[in-house]
């Protein structure tokens, strides 16, 4: 996977899709559905835009996504999927050993919660599994794609999203590298403050290497585009890798029975397109 830019259609949530399922009285087992729709989506992206043919990439979970993997694998297209289990901190994998079902795949992709105050031990525990996985990557030659959640603790919300977490998130990195831990890639929280997304990338820039991508977290297009105004054009930004924002409510429609197959897919399909021409008339202002 080419890691100077990428657009990741990002398709690995599991226990978002379960507590949906049990609100709404639909079986778990359906969620593979959905996770087929995806692929087909990005297929139909991939067939209308140079962009998502060139730089295009899916994350996709082992446990309900295992047939759209091998097919998304089989087509050449880069694929991931998380070794970490869902929901859990201290990180914990998802199966033992963690690369159990990471050979092939085009890269890696692990999930962190993080707050300075939490246990230093839980903390250390933490760092060891990183180096610990990264050491494998390495050795295997897969791209390992790091991505960061900061969580929130009782901060002034507009002040936490434009210095609180743009600090947090510098001050992490740097103590990544200083561990050795020096991903590919961060997957991480857009920021709306310019100069809280200059601070991140100033720390990313302290190692050649790795890159990072803007995560979507559910939200809607003014406020993602928000993000990649502040992110786009920055010498570590390559992209992003959205997964609620495009799939979740037309799945979601899918699964009510709301929304045939071919038209969630076609909607799935818009979306993220339109993510990727948004970040691509941003990198040209």
Partial sequence: MNTSRVFMLASDHRWQWQEWCDKNG???ERISEVKGLVLEAFLQARGRSDQVRTYGALLLDNQ???????????????VGAPVEKAGVFPL??????FHAVSRGNSFVKVLV????EWPPADREQQWNKLLDLQAWCRAEKIPLLVEII???????????ERRGRPAMLAGLIRDAYARGLVPAIWKIEGTTSRDGAVAIDAAIRERDEPRQLILGKGAGPEAIGSWF????????????AIGRSVFMEPGS???RGDLSAADA???????YLAFVDGWVEREAR
Wanted: aromatic share 10%; charged share 25%.
């Fill in 229 to 240: 105004d502040a992110a786009a054009g920055l010498e570590s930004t390559a992209g992003f």
């Fill in 92 to 97: 914990h994998w998802e199966r033992e050993p």
């Fill in 64 to 78: 309900y996504s295992a047939e759209a993997i091998a097919r998304a694998m089989a087509l050449g297209i880069p």
């Fill in 26 to 28: 639909v079986a778990h």
């Fill in 265 to 271: 897919t076609a909607q799935i399909a818009e979306r």
């Fill in 150 to 160: 900061i969580m929130k603790a009782g901060e002034d919300e507009q002040d936490f």
């Fill in 253 to 255: 429609a899918f699964l």
């Fill in 113 to 116: 919660r993080y707050r300075p």
